[in-house]
């Protein structure tokens, strides 16, 4: 019942998006992390994200594993994220390589709010905006 939520609302979503959108979904594993070193570089503040974007709380935003990439979720791509139905997350982290089709959402320096959310299942999708016009 979720998925055909979900899904409804993805298909919502891209009917009413300008300009058009497409959309690529996968299931994945999702857990959760903050800004502190010891989640992230020790040594460091906590809040560089891999490809060097300033991590602060508040921000939608997503760390993707590494396989992830090659499927088109790459820095600064929007995904929409089952369960956060009219919030639109931005990848601005990667993953170790040891991890395989996992997202990491970010949740600023609330400790217990990451723990909470634990570890789960959920379906995202890339948007994948079309220009229109002239690309030159």
Known sequence: MKKAIFFTFILFVSCEAEPHVDLKCFKVSATAYNSIPYQTRPGTLGNIAAWGDTLKPGMKS?????????????????????????????????????FKRRIDLYMGLDVQ????????????????????????
């Open 113 to 136: 709010k990451a723990k909470e959310f634990g570890f789960q299942k959920r379906w995202i999708c890339l948007i994948q905006e079309e220009s229109v016009g002239n690309e030159n």
């Open 62 to 98: 997503i760390a993707v594993s590494r396989d992830l990439l090659d499927s088109g979720l790459t820095k600064h791509s929007k995904v929409l994220i089952e369960g956060f139905q009219g919030d639109t997350f931005l990848v601005l982290d990667k993953m170790h390589y040891r």
